[in-house]
């Protein structure tokens, strides 16, 4: 049935699961899941931190050489200005965006930390009042 120009598909088949079998590579966890995300309380506090002193780009650069050398950067600078110029400011408003989200998600989980020891204090209320009773 599977003989194709004179090629046994299901013995080479055969072949190949014999062959994982022996590896032992049949006994190996398939998996394109990280189970590990990596993030921590700690790296988004560092994470904001960084953000909220580095977000801003700066186009310009102190020019370094002797007076020829920043002539000219200067005039390739100045050619390039209207090119370079807005893609500088966009970038700094998107990073500024990004600052706030990163601090937007940071005081949200704060705010959840604190009414999950609010809500494990009060489990604790409840509980005691229902052995009183």
Avoid: W
């Avoid at 120009?5 to 299901?10: A, E, M």
């Avoid at 580095?54 to 200067?74: I, P, S």
């Avoid at 110029?85 to 930390?113: D, G, R, T």
């Amino acid at each position: 049935m599977s003989e194709t120009n004179g090629i046994d598909v299901t013995k080479i088949m055969e072949e190949i699961r014999a062959n994982i079998k022996e590896s032992g590579a049949d006994r190996i966890p398939l998996s394109f899941q990280d189970t590990s995300s990596g993030a921590s309380a700690s790296t988004l506090d560092e994470a904001v931190r960084y953000l909220a002193y580095n977000y801003e780009v700066t186009a310009y650069q102190m020019l370094e050489g002797n007076k020829l050398k920043r002539f000219f950067k200067k005039c390739i600078r100045k050619a390039g200005s209207f090119f370079v110029l807005p893609i500088v400011a966009q970038q700094n408003k998107l990073n500024y965006h990004y600052y706030m989200v990163c601090e937007a998600v940071k005081n949200q989980k704060n705010e959840i930390e604190d009414l999950q020891k609010t809500l494990t204090s009060l489990e604790a209320k409840v509980d005691a009042l229902e052995k009183k009773a």
